[in-house]
């Protein structure tokens, strides 16, 4: 995945006549073979709103002679050094426009950023509409603007990007898979890409995985800071011991997960707790999401389970997770937090009704122990070294809890659109990691204090206008092509547990779907929600094949379908600097890929402790393979 690619050098302009008709306009590219080719001399890209004086707007953007809808599958990215934007045609292809002045590619930005707001929220672009979406002290925050004393605290930073440690056995900045892609400017080298790179040998430190026995498909991976870390895998929990310099070994242990009535258990959520001796585990299944099971990775059995209730009243949780960063480190920490659409519970495992604390709605209030106000749509969670909460929703918003008045958030940063799927937060609490399908969401929470002048974050005091705007990481719309469109997921930072301890890489992973499929259907069925039959084979292949029957009214098909997958990663130090305020970049598009023939159950990393000044990233695949870059 991934290139540097240039744009070839500008031609110049003829005529007085052709300069001032590119005032606003400027050359445009298309994405072939691996290079940016120039497609035409001189186009003025043009935005027009399909239902003008109508109620809901449609914008279409129209370059050339392709035309299609705004929005955030355009996959946008500028350049503001450069005067360039590249996008992604759905159907046509992948695109950049090299303006000719500075005017007009800032002219061309707002305009489509007002296209995309009325697109995404179906209000029209006034100052009165942002501040109802946005709210009046984050309408230029939303709108990529810093403010003009905004804090950008990098003083735990000694060293500049290309300094930084790389993972292990990551040569020259690239990944095992041997590609790094970096932010579009027009002063590097071409590269080529290995997105679509099917050959696991390739990928020479992370081509020899950890094999587990056959079994049900793994759904996740809990890293341990201690002696173990953990598969977990359908109705069972597989487990590796971790090793000095950060390898992992096979155990050889299963354990299998039966409640008290010998049912099987099929964990989605969990966590590790007492001394990393426990694990707390949440299933989705019907009946058991208002229930909590508390496994004994020593014994090997699940030794209690709780029913989630509160006055009598079944409270079903989504998502459950430990009180800090390093509480599951501590053998006599009992209180953990968990997580439904419109509630934030706090519970303790010694009380007997379990329910330790209830968290009040952000913004009513919590009376009398009822239910608050519904429409909060929660959806992930994740907390700091101190115990603060940052909390992700459906509707994009992000919330900020302190770690000691949770009645109310202290910060609320608005959705920009789309829903946040999952949530990391920095041992510090000064950096936010927001996934979403088309971006990583990246959120400075540090301010200064008004009253002290020290600097303090979001989770401490409510933060206004001033805070960082969001910067965006993301896949260049030619990698996206690629990817087929598939969402990203899981984005996390590395793992520390101690203060003064950075965080130094972030990884995300993109999983691409793919099947071949009875040539006399038209409709796919709904477990192919991002398959495409175009060039499509049935394959006899063991890497990711799978097969899949699907029952119609008349009759039943037989549906192959297999996996090409990627663990992206940023390097966090390179995006906190080249980021700055300064420095004028919003959207970061430089990262190394890993690429596997299988479907990802979860990209991570070990425990610093192990590795030192070096970084492992940890990639377990759901048929149960796992590759650690540490060996």
């Not at 990215?77 to 992948?94: E, K």
């Not at 099971?293 to 997770?321: H, T």
């Not at 192990?610 to 870059?629: E, M, P, Q, S, Y």
Request: with cysteine.
């Amino acid at each position: 995945m991934g290139q540097k690619v240039s744009l070839p050098d500008p031609a110049p302009l003829s005529t007085p006549g052709e300069q001032n008709k590119t005032a606003t306009g400027g050359q445009l590219f298309k994405f072939e073979d691996d290079a940016y080719k120039l497609f035409h001399p001189n186009v003025t890209p043009e935005l027009y709103d399909e239902n003008d004086g109508g109620e809901k707007p449609n914008w279409i953007l129209d370059v050339h002679e392709t035309s299609f809808p705004v929005s955030e599958q355009c996959r946008m990215v500028s350049n503001n050094v450069s005067r360039r934007v590249d996008f992604l045609a759905p159907g046509v292809g992948v695109f950049a426009v090299r303006f000719q002045t500075q005017a007009g590619f800032a002219k061309f930005l707002d305009e489509y950023k007002d296209a995309l707001f009325e697109n995404t929220h179906q209000l029209r672009a006034t100052d009165e509409s942002r501040e109802k979406v946005f709210g009046v002290n984050f309408t230029a925050w939303a709108n990529g603007e810093d403010a003009v004393d905004t804090v950008w605290d990098t003083a735990d930073e000694d060293a500049a990007p290309n300094d930084a440690k790389t993972p292990t056995n990551f040569v020259d900045g690239k990944t095992p898979s041997g590609q790094k892609s970096a932010t579009h400017s027009d002063d590097v080298p071409d590269e080529t890409s290995d997105f679509d790179d099917d050959n696991d040998e390739s990928n020479d430190n992370l081509s020899t995985p950890i094999r587990t026995v056959s079994g049900d498909d793994a759904l996740d991976m809990k890293m341990g800071a201690l002696d173990n870390s953990f598969l977990i895998r359908g109705n069972a929990v597989d487990v590796f011991r971790n090793q000095a310099g950060g390898a992992l070994t096979n155990a050889d242990v299963r354990v299998q997960l039966k409640d008290f009535d010998g049912q099987k258990i099929t964990p989605t959520k969990g966590f590790l707790a007492n001394a990393e001796s426990s694990m707390f585990l949440l299933s989705p299944d019907a009946g058991r999401r208002d229930k909590l099971y508390q496994m004994d990775l020593e014994r090997g059995a699940i030794v209690s389970q709780w029913a989630c209730q509160k006055d009598g009243a079944d409270i079903p949780m989504s998502d459950v997770v430990a009180d800090t960063k390093s509480s599951q480190m501590e053998s006599n920490h009992h209180t953990f937090l968990g997580l439904d659409d419109n509630r934030l519970v706090r519970w303790d495992a010694r009380l007997r009704d379990g329910i330790a604390q209830e968290l009040a709605s952000p913004t009513l209030g919590y009376k009398d122990g009822h239910d608050f106000a519904r429409g909060t749509k929660f959806k992930c969670m994740a907390t700091t070294g101190d115990g603060c909460i940052a909390v992700g929703s459906e509707d994009g918003k992000i919330r900020l809890y302190g770690d000691s008045s949770m009645r109310q958030a202290k910060t609320s940063f608005p959705g920009l659109g789309s829903p946040i799927t999952s949530i990391d937060v920095t041992y510090d609490g000064k950096w936010i990691l927001a996934t979403t399908a088309t971006c990583l969401v990246l959120l400075h929470t540090v301010v200064q204090d008004g009253k002290t002048g020290e600097l303090t974050n979001g989770f401490k005091t409510k933060a206004g206008s001033s805070i960082a705007a969001p910067r965006l990481l993301k896949l260049k719309p030619e990698d996206a092509l690629r990817a087929k469109g598939a969402p990203l997921v899981k984005g996390k930072f590395t793992w520390v547990t101690e203060q003064g301890k950075q965080e130094r890489w972030i990884v995300a992973s993109c999983q691409v779907v793919e099947g071949a499929f009875p040539e006399s259907d038209d409709d796919l069925p709904p477990v192919f929600p991002y398959v495409s039959r175009e060039g499509m084979v049935t394959t006899s292949a063991d890497w990711g094949a799978r097969s899949y029957e699907y029952t119609w009214p008349d009759k039943t098909d037989t549906f192959f379908y297999w996996y090409q997958n990627y663990s992206i990663l940023f390097n966090f130090r390179a995006v906190k600097l080249a980021t700055a305020p300064d420095e004028k970049l919003m959207t970061f598009t430089e990262y190394n890929v890993v690429g596997k023939n299988a479907a990802i159950a979860e990209s991570t990393f070990v425990h610093e402790k192990f590795t030192g000044d070096d970084t492992h990233l940890v990639i377990a695949t759901t048929k149960g393979d796992v590759f650690c870059a540490g060996g």
